[in-house]
């Protein structure tokens, strides 16, 4: 493993554990040459995805882009990082385990806003305005009415708290 620090290869580990979840093994390592010391993840990968964009361009899936994505969504709310990384980890299997190498990029964002559906509706509403491209006010509020109709458990007050700021903004 390269040295992040002095690009040296030759890097030992000092320590070797699992992830809580056991989905990865976390790797504490240091440079014999500058003495930095920094962590890797080890995960297990079933096969190499490919994402099909809606332009029909392909891409190689990049977990860190889904985390990031998902992590900007949840910015500033009250969600623990394990429960992201269970998202994430939940994601990544339900896409290996569709048989398929090539997955549509609407496919990986229909997941993404079923998990952060459960996880936390305000993430929920953030990520579907991006992935859905919003234009105007009035698709927040047709989303949030969505999410009222559904009547999701524990989401009421946020709920509203969004349809007024959904209703104050088309003013």
Not at 36 to 59: C, D, H, I, N, Y
């Amino acid at each position: 493993m390269r040295c992040p620090y002095c690009d040296s290869l030759d890097t030992q580990v000092k320590d070797s554990r699992p992830t809580d979840d056991s989905a990865a093994i976390r790797r504490r390592r240091v440079c014999p040459d500058c003495g930095g010391r920094f962590t890797t993840f080890e995960r297990v990968q079933l096969r190499e995805l490919v994402l099909v964009k809606r332009s029909g361009k392909r891409a190689p899936f990049d977990r860190d882009k889904l985390q990031r994505s998902v992590q900007v969504a949840l910015r500033k709310r009250p969600v623990e990082p394990d429960q992201v990384e269970r998202l994430i980890n939940g994601i990544v299997r339900q896409l290996e385990s569709m048989g398929e190498t090539e997955i549509p990029s609407e496919t990986v964002g229909e997941l993404v806003m079923a998990g952060l559906k459960g996880l936390d509706s305000v993430a929920y509403v953030r990520f579907a305005s991006v992935y859905r491209n919003f234009r105007e006010a009035r698709e927040f509020g047709e989303l949030i009415g969505e999410l009222e109709q559904q009547g999701e458990a524990g989401t009421g007050a946020v709920v509203r708290k969004l349809r007024a700021r959904a209703d104050g903004a088309d003013e």
